[in-house]
C-alpha cells in the first residue's frame, strides 16, 4: 500500500478515490478525535445521503452530494472518501431489491449474474491498482472519459437510428464493462456516466433498465474496491452506517420515482451533469 496521502480536491474526490489511505501507528489517536462525530451530524447524514443515494441511482453524481456533506461534518478528506465508497454500496442494494421486479424482465439472468462477476472483477482490480500506483497521471484524462460518455449518450438514440443492427457482441461488452468498473475501482468520476454511455449504444435494454442495471453492477465494483479500504484505519464507522441506511433508503426510491420521469428528461440530466463533472474535473486537475 502506498505509504503517501494524496492532496485533497473538493466533491470530485468523493467520487475519485484518489486518496490512498495510509496504515501509520503514529497519529491513529488524533485522527481518530478528528473524525468524532456528533448525533446530530448523524442525522444530518442520514437525511442527506437519502437525497444523494436517490441522485445517484438517477445520474450516477451521488458524490457531488455526499462528499461535501461528509467534510461539512468534520470528516477529514481521506476518511471522507474512503467511508463514502463504502457507505456507497448500499445504493445498488436498495435499488435492486426494489427494482428487480420491474427491470428484470426480459433480461437474462445468466447474463446478469456474469456481468456482475466482471463488476466485482473490475473493481477489484481497479482497487489494487489506485493502491499500487496513485492516480496522478490518470486523472488529467479523466475529463475527457467523461465528456465523451456523456456526449455519446445524449446523441445516443440518434447514432443508434443511423446503425443498422442494434447491439455489439457480447464478449466485446463484457470486455469493456471489464473496463469500466476497473476505472470505477480506481478512479471512479463519472463511472455511472460512462457505463450508461456504453450501455445504452451496445445493448437492447432499454434505457431505463441500463439506469437500473447501472446501479447495480457499480455497486458491486464499489462493493469489491471498497474491500481494500476495510483494514486502512480510515473508515468512520458510525458515519458509514448512516450513510448506508440513507443510501439504501434513496436506492430503494430511486426506481419509484425513475417511474414519472421521461427518458428524454433523464437522459439530459445525465449527459448534463457529467458535462458539468467533466468541466470541473478539467479545472481541478
Known sequence: M?????RATAPAAGLARDRVPTVEPEGVVRRLRSRHVTAMSLLVVLAASVVAGLIGYLTGLASLVSYPMLLAVGLPP???NVTNTIGMVSVGLGSTIKGA???????SRRQVLAQGFIAGLGGLTGGFLLLISGDGVFEHIVPFLVLMAAVLLLAGPRIKRIR????WPVWLYDVLL?????YGGYFGAGSGVIFMA????ATSLSFDQAVWFKTTLMSVSNLAAGLYFVFSGEVNWPVALALAIGFFAGGWLGPVVQ??????VLRWVIGVGGIGLACYL???A
Open 2 to 6: 502506498s505509504q503517501r496521502i494524496h
Open 78 to 80: 481521506v476518511s471522507a
Open 101 to 107: 421486479g420491474t427491470y428484470m424482465p426480459g433480461m
Open 164 to 167: 443498422s443492427d442494434g447491439t
Open 178 to 182: 471489464y473496463l469500466v468498473c476497473i
Open 198 to 201: 456504453l450501455t445504452t449504444l
Open 259 to 264: 417511474r414519472f420521469l421521461p427518458e428524454k
Open 282 to 284: 478539467w479545472f481541478s
